[in-house]
Each structure stands twice: as C-alpha cells, then as structure tokens.
C-alpha cells in the first residue's frame, strides 16, 4: 500500500505558480497510476491529471490543461503537479492520488490511495 504526502500548497496571486510534491513513504509505486485531484469549498472533487507508471502518458482536465504540468520520479518516489498562470478559480485542497492500473479514469472512486491534501489559494 502507499503512503501520500503532499506538499508545496501556499498563497499565490493571479498569475503565478506552484509545484505541488506528493511523496511516497510505502511500497514503491512504481506500477501505479498516479494522479491530482483538488476539492474547492462546497464542491465536489475534481480530477486534474494523471500520469502512467513509466511517466510515457499523462491527461490532464480540461480547465488546466496547458497551465499545469504532471511528473513523476519513481527512483525518489515522487510525483509533482506544476501549475502555472495560476487562476482564483484554482484555489482548492489539493490531493494526489494512486490506482493500481486503471488508467484513463477520472473518478475519485477509482483511486484506492490519498494524501491528505495540500491548501492552494490564489489571489486576485
């Protein structure tokens, strides 16, 4: 089973970035599907990216895809979420996410392992 914690979330203002970490410290992940979802106040969870275990494939949603990059490092068992051009409607709890080979999905449901999240608040 693995183990997530993220970090990186902060306060930023329109238009800047963040790199969002999500480090492993249980077995290797290395054959996960590993993934960004973010939860805003009073709204459901929301996918953002993921990535395949050998890094080859990623999809990101459709509100960040140009502006957030996804990355994995599977020697130091970590995956990132960079987002740039950061928007207010971005500001959300951040939570990386695993699945054990169900590649394509969106839905919460289908990740079996979550961090505990990691605030991001831009500003206007």
């Known amino acids: 089973q693995v183990q997530l914690v993220e970090s990186g979330g902060g306060l930023v203002q329109a238009g800047g970035s963040l790199r969002l970490s999500c480090a492993n410290s249980g077995r290797t992940f290395v054959h996960y599907v590993m993934a960004w979802f973010r939860q805003a106040p009073g709204k459901e969870r929301e996918f953002v990216a993921a990535i395949s275990w050998n890094s080859i494939s990623t999809y990101f949603a459709d509100s960040v895809k140009g502006r957030f990059t996804i990355s994995r490092d599977n020697a130091k068992n970590t995956v990132y979420l960079q987002m740039n051009s950061l928007k207010p409607e971005d500001t959300a709890v951040y939570y990386c996410?695993?699945?054990?080979?169900?590649?394509?999905?969106?839905?919460?449901?289908?990740?079996?392992?979550w961090g505990q999240g990691t605030l991001v608040t831009v500003s206007s």
């Open positions: 996410a695993a699945n054990l080979g169900n590649w394509g999905t969106r839905e919460p449901v289908d990740f079996g392992s």
